[in-house]
């Protein structure tokens, strides 16, 4: 079974800073999808990032990248320029690109990141 | 503007008692999803549904029960069977036949026992 592990159950920045999140997963197979998605105060869940498992080209959105290291089953996500906005929970996820009944998506048990101003 | 909505926002069971969280969404989106938030636990998968009238069980299916009867709508019932049924809930949903499309989520029930 797929397994995400985040393991920083917190972490906290200096605004204006960068910050990196990790998370590992494992996995047997080799066609998949990854998210980092954003749990702010108001407890709404957003997704921030995604990134297939066959592009090599690591996906970037605005102050927002990833590090996709599929051999190491890695996928670390940076934070530039923190805002005082970005404080929220943040929970990474794993989808198997297969299609088929067992179509679920796994999450890991999040990084509480906080912003120092 | 489309979306998912979840009511109530606050729930109290007593004991014994079975409760509905409601879910609807007019997105248009095949599948739906109920996940629980516990604090440190990160959200367990407990049902879920591809298309309509039909739904699967997650990790945590046991005293819980759902019905898929409308494709926008995705209602949840913790039955008395659920002994620890405090906790956050969250409906979201899916283009289910693109793997890669993110899930929406509503904006969570928070379940408490009287």
């Known amino acids: 079974a797929q397994t995400v592990t985040q393991s920083q159950p917190e972490m906290s920045v200096q605004e204006a800073e960068t910050v990196t999140l990790s998370c590992t997963y494992d996995?047997?197979?080799?066609?998949?999808?990854l998210f980092w998605y954003k749990q702010p105060p108001s407890r709404q869940m957003i997704l921030v990032i995604r990134?297939?498992?066959?592009?090599?080209q690591n996906a970037t959105e605005n102050r927002f990248s990833v590090n996709f290291q599929k051999a190491a089953k890695s996928f670390s996500l940076k934070i530039s320029d923190s805002q005082l906005g970005d404080a929220a929970m943040y929970f990474c996820?794993?989808?198997?690109?297969?299609?088929?009944?067992?179509?679920?998506?796994?999450f890991g048990k999040g990084t509480r990141l906080h912003i120092l101003p | 503007d489309g979306g998912i909505t979840q009511s109530p926002k606050y729930l109290f069971r007593k004991e014994g008692q079975n409760v509905t969280l409601s879910c609807e969404q007019n997105?248009?989106?095949?599948?739906m999803y109920w996940y629980r938030q516990d604090p440190g636990q990160g959200l367990r998968l407990i049902y879920y549904?591809?298309?309509?009238?039909?739904?699967q069980k997650g990790d945590i299916a046991e005293g819980y029960s759902v019905s898929r009867e409308k494709k926008e709508s995705f209602p949840l019932t913790v039955t008395s069977a659920q002994k620890n049924p405090t906790a956050f809930y969250l409906c979201?949903?899916?283009?289910?036949?693109?793997?890669?499309?993110?899930?929406?989520f509503g904006s969570g029930t928070q379940l408490s026992v009287l």
């Open positions: 996995t047997s197979e080799s066609d998949y999808y």
């Open positions: 997105l248009n989106h095949d599948a």
């Open positions: 549904s591809q298309i309509v009238n039909d739904f």
């Open positions: 979201a949903s899916s283009i289910a036949w693109r793997q890669a499309e993110k899930l929406f």
């Open positions: 990134q297939e498992a066959y592009k090599q």
């Open positions: 996820a794993y989808r198997s690109a297969r299609v088929g009944r067992d179509d679920k998506i796994i």
